[in-house]
């Protein structure tokens, strides 16, 4: 169901108090710094979103940096830092993941 529309029922989450979810957001993302060996690819083939979706995100929330400057904050470093220090190759299997994840985020 489309949870923008007028008719679509109100989600609790609005209800959070933008402290909260700011607090939990941070707290994600400095999970995520930490957790290099969780590869974009496998979040996006599990979640479909990763680092790079949530930098993103803060942009189409409002953040005035450009999409570099926003995946520098997202990943603590710049990008190309980060992917030459802690990205993998994808594989073949992983790729395929992503690329069904990706099919189900279209369908919400």
């Avoid at 007028?6 to 707290?27: H, N, T, Y």
């Avoid at 994600?28 to 993103?56: P, S, T, Y």
């Avoid at 190309?80 to 990706?102: D, G, H, I, V």
């Amino acid at each position: 169901m489309d949870t923008n529309s007028p008719d679509a029922p109100a989600d609790s989450l609005d209800q959070l108090p933008d402290d909260v979810a700011a607090a939990a957001f941070r707290r994600l993302v400095r999970h995520l710094r930490h957790r290099h060996d969780a590869q974009n690819i496998e979040l996006m083939g599990l979640a479909g979103f990763c680092r790079n979706c949530l930098a993103d995100w803060i942009r189409d929330a409002g953040y005035d940096g450009d999409k570099p400057a926003a995946r520098e904050l997202i990943h603590g470093m710049p990008q190309e830092e980060w992917k030459a220090t802690r990205q993998m190759p994808a594989t073949e299997e992983q790729l395929a993941a992503m690329e069904a994840s990706l099919l189900k985020n279209a369908q919400e």
